[in-house]
């Protein structure tokens, strides 16, 4: 398995095509490049997974590269809907799987989502001024924190996570004209934002869970569903502040301006020339805790295949 310190050496790379970039390789090294000028050179050993944003064509040595060292290549259109991945798991974990289909209990949902909305938490707790009605917020939450522990079934862990993200959307983002959270259906510039957001998070770690095997779709909270990669949508609760701080921190520094979307049939699509402004800044936010996401992932499968130690199961803070 990777260990920390070979992680650290590894690399995301992300090429644009639609401004022209392309993937090529030359030996064992993966090169992108625009107009013949090789912008970008790595080896592939040290390549963590390849993320092409745009169309592109993909060579079969390209494809033998990606098997042979292990980085996945996931594909995604201007609008950051994936539509191609080239995964690379670690292929034979038969007993982390085995494991993962006779797992049928309520522990590690109700951590999850306690993570969840103890950093929802952290985030309130850091508004300067707070209103009555912060406060007022931030009390109800910090009930509904409580009551994870007493959920007695998925549903009811269900109610108490929408219950407080709601209320926690509504306070955070009070003061930048929010109008309420309406997944991918891309209703405001700060909705679009969030998707995307979410998307890059959603897909680094699946990568991370490759890594060790996991069985991606069969879930321990989201329950499972045609098609739907349900252990993703788990363990991206945790992560998720690190995408809503960053949105709410990008609208305050003029990151984010209406200018750079357009408006088609009531959504608010982001204009093909700002994709890589927009990319940079949320993904510096997820790769700033890239450690901290590799060591969750890392503690997470060795609590689930050997343990079940509670004060082993892993926890993510955010540190702003």
């Known amino acids: 398995m990777l260990s920390i310190p070979d992680f650290k050496e590894k690399s995301l790379l992300i090429c644009y095509s639609d401004e022209g970039q392309k993937v090529s390789f030359k030996n064992d090294n993966l090169l992108i490049s625009k107009e013949d000028e090789v912008m970008v050179q790595l080896s592939c050993h040290k390549i963590f997974?390849?993320?092409?944003?745009?169309?592109?064509?993909?060579?079969?040595?390209?494809?033998?590269?990606?098997?042979?060292?292990?980085?996945?290549?996931?594909?995604?259109?201007?609008?950051?809907?994936?539509?191609?991945?080239?995964?690379?798991?670690?292929?034979?974990?038969?007993?982390?799987?085995?494991?993962?289909?006779?797992?049928?209990?309520?522990?590690?949902?109700?951590?999850?989502?306690?993570?969840?909305?103890?950093?929802?938490?952290?985030?309130?707790?850091?508004?300067?001024?707070?209103?009555?009605?912060?406060?007022?917020?931030?009390?109800?939450?910090?009930?509904?924190?409580?009551?994870?522990?007493?959920?007695?079934?998925?549903?009811?862990?269900?109610?108490?996570?929408?219950?407080?993200?709601?209320?926690?959307?509504?306070?955070?983002?009070?003061?930048?004209?929010?109008?309420?959270?309406?997944?991918?259906?891309?209703?405001?510039?700060?909705?679009?934002?969030?998707?995307?957001?979410?998307?890059?998070?959603?897909?680094?770690?699946?990568?991370?869970?490759?890594?060790?095997?996991?069985?991606?779709?069969?879930?321990?909270?989201?329950?499972?569903?045609?098609?739907?990669?349900s252990l993703v949508c788990d363990l991206v609760e945790p992560f998720r502040c690190i995408i809503d701080h960053r949105v709410k921190k990008a609208f305050h520094l003029q990151q984010i301006k209406s200018d750079d979307f357009i408006e088609v049939k009531g959504q608010y699509l982001l204009k093909k020339e700002k994709s890589r402004a927009y990319v940079r800044f949320l993904m510096e936010s997820i790769l700033e805790h890239k450690i901290e996401i590799f060591s969750y992932i890392q503690s997470y499968y060795r609590y689930f295949l050997r343990s079940k130690s509670d004060e082993l199961f892993p926890q993510f803070i955010l540190k702003k």
């Not at 292990?70 to 670690?90: A, L, Q």
């Not at 109610?159 to 306070?171: P, Q």
């Open 49 to 229: 997974a390849l993320w092409i944003i745009g169309h592109a064509t993909l060579t079969s040595g390209l494809l033998e590269r990606s098997k042979k060292f292990g980085f996945p290549i996931v594909m995604f259109s201007y609008s950051f809907r994936p539509y191609g991945i080239w995964n690379s798991p670690v292929e034979g974990n038969f007993l982390l799987r085995k494991k993962q289909y006779e797992y049928d209990a309520i522990d590690i949902a109700r951590k999850l989502v306690k993570n969840k909305i103890h950093n929802q938490l952290l985030l309130l707790k850091s508004i300067r001024t707070k209103s009555k009605e912060t406060k007022h917020t931030i009390e109800l939450i910090e009930k509904y924190h409580i009551q994870t522990d007493e959920a007695e079934d998925l549903q009811g862990l269900l109610g108490i996570e929408g219950v407080s993200t709601r209320l926690f959307f509504a306070t955070w983002f009070s003061d930048i004209g929010w109008i309420g959270r309406r997944p991918r259906t891309k209703c405001d510039c700060i909705n679009t934002c969030l998707d995307i957001g979410y998307t890059l998070l959603f897909y680094f770690i699946e990568t991370m869970l490759n890594l060790y095997g996991f069985d991606v779709y069969q879930g321990v909270y989201h329950r499972n569903f045609y098609q739907r990669k």
